[in-house]
């Protein structure tokens, strides 16, 4: 029998337990920085050293951290399902906990690019960059990470996706940025639609899911039963 297609967004919610600070909660990461000062072209024009450090910081961080039991769960359904996961998060761990298909629409910490010619990224790993750093070209690299104001390169890829699901899945994300938020209204009709979150969120358009109000861990074990019971 053909498998199901289940496309899963996430956010900064699900690397939540593996410890690493959402944006928008108490104590997130916006409360700590100003967006405007790190992750924005303007920032990286006025102060880019303080831009490269703060992700520099955050991309040592994932040295320190470990998939949760939500990503191990997600990599698991990929036996019961075509499984593709759309996500916010620029950190690893989808990958390292053994997913496949994964769909980063805010970048990735592991990636640098050249500034001035998008096309040359690099794999650097856990490593920091500093200002002088270049690309074969000569020109600064940069993180390789969406920053606001910027355009969304994969989210085309990803209203795809999201139109074809038999199951579309949320997990972890306060639905405030867009495009991503859009997302919800291109899962079909007759989708079955869920939503992880151990706090209340707004889901635009008025659209109707099914809401499991528990943590990205505790949730995905609550969303096996229900989806291995279909
Ligand atoms: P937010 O910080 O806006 O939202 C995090 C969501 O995770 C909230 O709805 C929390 O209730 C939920 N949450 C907290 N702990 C959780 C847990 N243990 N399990 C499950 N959910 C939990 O983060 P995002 O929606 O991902 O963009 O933010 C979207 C984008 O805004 C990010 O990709 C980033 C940011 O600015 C860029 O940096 C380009």
Known sequence: MEKK??????????????????????????EKYRIEDVASPEAFAKNPKLVLDFYNLRRKQLDEVQPNV???F??????????????????????????????????ELTKVRSSKYPQLIY???????QLGDVCEKGTQLRPHIVWFGESVPAIEAAVE?????????????????????????YA????????????????????KFTVIKKSAGEG??????LLLSI
Do not use: C
């Open 70 to 72: 939500g990503h191990l």
């Open 123 to 129: 794999d650097i790993g856990t490593k920091a960059i």
């Open 188 to 207: 079909p009709a007759g989708s079955r639609k869920f939503l992880i979150d151990p706090n209340p969120v707004e889901i635009p358009y008025g659209l």
């Open 161 to 185: 996706l999201t139109a074809q699901a038999d199951i579309f899945v949320i997990i972890g994300t306060s639905l405030n940025v867009y495009p991503a938020a859009s997302l919800v209204m």
């Open 5 to 30: 297609k289940m496309v899963v967004l996430t956010g900064a919610g699900m690397s939540a337990e593996s410890g690493i600070s959402t944006f928008r909660d108490s104590g997130g990461l916006w």
């Open 74 to 107: 997600l990599s698991r359904l990929q036996e019961f399902f075509d499984m593709f996961i759309i996500t916010q998060n620029v950190d690893n761990l989808h990958e390292r906990a053994g997913s496949k298909n994964i769909l980063h629409l805010h970048g």
């Open 220 to 225: 995905t074990k609550e969303l096996e039963k």
